[in-house]
């Protein structure tokens, strides 16, 4: 019988953060594309707009002015999707009719005054002071808070409703579904065979070298995920076992601010457009969990681009992968091939 | 204090099937949209286009020339996310680098011969057709498949490549991850409560009538789930205890039919757009399956539609629903009430 290749033959990979698995279609990607195609991002965003509610000066729906501020603004999210008071719901008996209370703060942090710019296209000492917000969020939020959620939609093909840059943090009483998972697999992985799950994982791709590391730095390794599920899925992690954002040392935060500005350049190189994407922090959660043992944790930011064939056709995750699992129509390997290949150098910066 | 109100207060309701929980802020739905707009749905497609693959008597990329065919027409899908044959993945001792076998069977079901129509302005009679179509893929496919995983996505947004009436099947060697959830959550509450969790949940709905139910038929209910994700999701239920799609009597495919074109046509109704939406059977697993005990399942249906304020506008899950939960801007109820409001008169129909 023909020997197996990952990169002709379908077959599943195993998630073992979530606990899933994914169904990989090397072959699949060689289809015609007849379907919807985006909207290219606008480049041509004016660096300051008086009408745009995140610009410095600007007055918000909810009436506050904002200051003119010089590097990272974080204010109350006008329209939270969470609030930290108000009833709980009753409780009920019935298992299938079960309520229970959500609070939490939704906040949001402008990284940088002017509109026309994104993470990559940013100095990487205003990129640091995004780092540092990051962290003191973490912190204050986390006291009072389960889960601290850091994240950033880019790109109006991933929601975002305003192309100034920023992230958004929403802060919950709970343990949400994703971490709730990864608490559990990665407590079992840690129980049994005694090392941190992505300890140990970075150990084992960093020896395989080639295959899925993309890029590495004193203190960080960006890395296509053995799991990837989205077509250039990418995850970054510290080489230190480090629990949470506001756990890194000063280095360990420049290095980041650079590491950073580095990948997202490449990602905005592989269609030659700012690439959307919905990148987050994972670490150890936060309140009541900060005096319980969260050694099974390893920090870790996530990449997810929706783009696949061009900057204009992406990945559909609809009907099959709703209803039963996801698919990709390429490996992670030949996903990091493509992504090590790009130049290093931002494509809007070649002709300087 | 105050006292909850689902409709005002944000709340956590608990999925049962799915085994995680989702957030709903009622009060968020009420924020300005500066983001993505969507393309309006193409009306005008062209009864017969001779360059449409889907179309009868049109020559596929592979090479086969469709035939004129006079209601449903199966084939193979030419660019198969699954294979039936093929070599598998070695085993490997690595927990972190784990593969596994996939197979399977990919098809494509034309609905209809003309370009120009959907189920909803499909007479019932050519519905009920399109029913047995399903039945008889899911007796063939489920001989050796473990899961037979029929879905339709409807619209460009839901990345749907053809405007032509169709779905899809993808049959498989391995239970995929939704599927394999919920045999394990409808297994675990038959065990504990003694009933099936759908039958249990429907005669509840019932009870409560005019909270959640949209349509009552002679077989079939209509219904938002308490716990539904997406803004205008629904589950279409039979009455009786059903495993599979190939269980249900001539009656209840008769009945099936006309409670597609009636819930479809309210779907097309509430943006006076065709509505977009990913749809799909889940029911009891097959191949080796067919001859275990699978009694705490219960066939159903289920809607994913992604849009939320009007035609163009949809609710994107992206960043915290990624990386977190799922989140909604209206309660089901909310929903509910919208959809029972809605003529039951198709809009293309209307000036008949
Ligand atoms: O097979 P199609 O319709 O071309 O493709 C569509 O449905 C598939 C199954 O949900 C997805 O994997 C694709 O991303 C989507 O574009
Ligand atoms: O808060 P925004 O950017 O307006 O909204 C965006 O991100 C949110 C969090 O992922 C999502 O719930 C919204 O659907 C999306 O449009």
């Known amino acids: ?21 994914v169904v990989v279609s090397p072959h699949r990607a060689k289809r015609p594309w007849q379907g919807q195609v985006e909207k290219k991002a606008v480049e041509d965003v004016p660096r300051h707009d008086p009408k745009n509610p995140l610009c410095p000066g600007v007055t918000r729906p909810s ?21 930290p008071g108000g009833p709980d719901p009753p409780k009920s008996d019935d298992p299938l009719f079960q309520a229970a209370p959500a609070h939490g703060n939704c906040r949001v942090i402008c990284f940088h005054p002017w509109s026309d710019l994104t993470l990559p296209l940013m100095e990487v000492a205003d990129i640091r002071i995004v780092i540092d917000t990051w962290a003191n969020e973490m912190v204050n939020l986390g006291k009072v808070n389960t889960w601290v959620q850091i994240f950033e939609n880019r790109g109006a093909v ?23 998972v990864k608490h559990r697999t990665q407590k079992d992985f840690k129980e049994k065979y005694g090392k941190p799950m992505l300890v140990d994982y970075l150990e084992k791709e960093l020896a395989k070298k080639d295959e899925r590391v993309l890029l590495e730095s004193a203190h960080w ?31 360990e935060k420049n290095d980041l ?7 997202l350049t490449i990602y905005d190189n592989l269609f030659e457009v700012s690439f959307p994407y919905s990148m987050g922090w994972h670490g150890a959660p936060t309140g009541t969990y900060l005096e319980e043992d969260c050694s099974h944790w390893q ?24 209803l039963a699992s996801s698919q990709r129509d390429m490996t992670a390997e030949q996903a990091a091939d493509r992504l090590k290949a790009l130049p290093r150098v931002h494509y809007k910066h070649k002709s300087d």
């Open 257 to 263: 601010a650079q590491m950073m500005k580095n990948l």
């Open 63 to 83: 009436g506050q002015v904002n200051p003119d501020y010089k590097n990272t603004f974080i204010f109350d999210n006008d329209f939270p999707a969470l609030l």
């Open 158 to 180: 991933m929601g975002c409703s305003n192309p100034h840059p920023h992230c958004q943090v929403w802060a919950s009483s709970f343990l949400p579904n994703e971490p709730s």
């Open 1 to 21: 019988m023909e020997k197996f290749s990952a990169s002709e033959h379908p077959h599943l990979r195993y998630n073992p953060l979530r606990d899933d698995w």
């Open 221 to 251: 390794v960006w890395l296509v995920p053995y799991w990837a599920t989205w077509p250039f899925e990418t995850m970054l992690l510290p080489r230190r076992h480090v629990l949470r954002l506001q756990d890194l040392t000063d280095d």
């Open 299 to 322: 920090l870790h930011a996530l990449f997810y681009p929706p783009l696949l064939r061009s900057a204009t056709v992406k990945k559909f995750m609809v009907g099959y992968e709703m």
